[in-house]
């Protein structure tokens, strides 16, 4: 019972809403809540004991309120693949949908 109430308080999983009719993204737990515009948005990896993830906030204070989009990466070659399959079927795609420019050398 207490594993279950653990994992049901401490890892529930978050969606995010990336809303393109309203222009805003949402962060979704029980409950549905704006966190931001589109064009507050800026996104960057976090690196953090040993390893990194991708995150967003907003461009004026992201380093004191972000929210990670992504798992952690290490250095290793399966996670470099998981990283590379995250790159091109989630990050580019809300990046375009959000309308900042992909960089395509990015790794």
């Known amino acids: 019972m207490a594993y279950f109430l653990s994992d049901l308080i401490f890892r529930v999983p978050v969606k995010y809403i990336f809303d393109k009719s309203e222009k805003c993204i949402y962060r979704k737990l029980f409950?549905?809540?704006k966190i931001m515009n589109?064009?507050?948005?800026?996104?960057?990896?976090?690196?953090?004991?040993?390893?990194?993830?991708?995150?967003?906030?907003?461009?004026?204070?992201?380093?004191v309120k972000n929210y990670k989009i992504s798992n952690y990466f290490s250095g290793s070659k399966a996670s470099g693949r998981r990283e590379a399959e995250y790159i091109e079927k989630i990050l580019c795609p809300v990046l375009e949908a959000v309308g900042i420019p992909v960089n395509s050398?990015?790794?």
């Open 31 to 33: 409950f549905s809540k």
């Open 38 to 63: 589109f064009d507050e948005m800026v996104y960057f990896i976090n690196d953090e004991m040993g390893g990194y993830y991708y995150a967003i906030g907003q461009k004026k204070n992201q380093f």
């Open 105 to 107: 050398e990015q790794p």
